[in-house]
């Protein structure tokens, strides 16, 4: 009888969820002093890019930095654990179609973009931005771009097969009525945010929506680039 793994999640996101964790449980061993200057070292602070860079942590160096570090903080468990069940539900797909690699730039690429989306809204703002989110929707829209093709159910018997196949255009993506429906919410939930700071119970702070939508543009944009499946297809159709 074959046995089933008690955490049925891909290495690359299995570890990732615990280099999460570990971060989050090391700030807890930290003093209020040493937990806010690792805050503002690591944070993505889009003041920093102007007058304030020399009084922050990291001073001109973290400009190059944050935009990727301020994913690997939570401003608390809840944050960090909604961060992780969406990873777990979608970035496990992507990793088994991408392999840990490119898994990883898609999770770069998207906090990048979702920084720069928060800059263009907020320059010179010294609230600093944290959390996975927006590399996390970046694996969602990327995720999207395969998941929901015809006949593909995650989570379904033989769903690996299914996720392994070529995926369609993008212009396909959004007359697939399952894929247009996921995208529609999850754009509508990340406004709702931003016109309702307090719409997420225990909450501490306001919903940087700006990122999630610069993550998720990124990951829907980026997987073409990216995905081994369709530049095998490529390969076999020359």
Same mark, same amino acid.
Request: charged share 10%; net charge positive; no cysteine.
């Given at each position: 009888?074959?046995?089933?793994?008690?955490?049925?999640?891909?290495?690359?996101?299995?570890?990732?969820?615990?280099?999460?964790?570990?971060?989050?449980?090391?700030?807890?061993?930290?003093?209020?002093?040493?937990?806010?200057?690792?805050?503002?070292?690591?944070?993505?602070?889009?003041?920093?890019?102007?007058?304030?860079?020399?009084?922050?942590?990291?001073?001109?160096?973290?400009?190059?930095?944050?935009?990727?570090?301020?994913?690997?903080?939570?401003?608390?468990?809840?944050?960090?654990?909604?961060?992780?069940?969406?990873? *777990?539900? !979608?970035?496990?797909?992507? &990793?088994?179609? $991408?392999?840990?690699?490119? /898994?990883? %730039?898609?999770? =770069?690429? #998207?906090?990048?973009?979702?920084?720069?989306?928060?800059?263009?809204?907020?320059?010179?703002?010294?609230?600093?931005?944290?959390?996975?989110?927006?590399?996390?929707?970046?694996?969602?829209?990327?995720?999207?771009?395969?998941?929901?093709?015809?006949?593909?159910?995650?989570?379904?018997?033989?769903?690996?097969?299914?996720?392994?196949?070529?995926?369609?255009?993008?212009? *396909?993506? !959004?007359?697939?009525?399952? &894929?247009?429906? $996921?995208?529609?919410?999850? /754009?509508? %939930?990340?406004? =709702?945010? #931003?016109?309702?700071?307090?719409?997420?119970?225990?909450?501490?702070?306001?919903?940087?929506?700006?990122?999630?939508?610069?993550?998720?543009?990124?990951?829907?944009?980026?997987?073409?680039?990216?995905?081994?499946?369709?530049?095998?297809?490529?390969?076999?159709?020359?």
């Amino acid at each position: 009888m074959q046995k089933t793994p008690a955490v049925n999640l891909p290495p690359v996101v299995l570890w990732f969820a615990l280099g999460l964790i570990a971060v989050h449980g090391l700030r807890h061993l930290l003093t209020e002093e040493q937990d806010l200057w690792l805050l503002l070292l690591l944070a993505f602070i889009p003041a920093r890019y102007v007058e304030l860079a020399a009084q922050l942590p990291g001073g001109i160096a973290a400009a190059f930095w944050s935009p990727a570090t301020y994913a690997l903080l939570h401003a608390d468990w809840v944050h960090l654990f909604v961060n992780l069940v969406w990873m *777990a539900s !979608f970035g496990s797909a992507l &990793a088994r179609r $991408f392999g840990s690699g490119r /898994f990883l %730039v898609v999770a =770069l690429l #998207a906090a990048v973009a979702g920084a720069a989306a928060h800059y263009v809204l907020h320059p010179g703002e010294a609230v600093p931005v944290i959390g996975a989110s927006a590399a996390v929707s970046g694996m969602m829209a990327a995720t999207a771009r395969f998941a929901f093709a015809p006949g593909v159910r995650l989570g379904a018997p033989g769903a690996m097969a299914r996720v392994r196949m070529p995926a369609e255009p993008l212009l *396909a993506v !959004f007359t697939n009525s399952r &894929a247009l429906a $996921f995208i529609l919410v999850w /754009f509508a %939930v990340n406004l =709702l945010f #931003a016109l309702n700071e307090g719409l997420i119970p225990g909450a501490s702070g306001p919903i940087a929506w700006e990122a999630h939508i610069g993550g998720f543009l990124a990951g829907l944009l980026a997987f073409p680039l990216l995905d081994p499946v369709g530049r095998a297809r490529d390969t076999l159709a020359k």
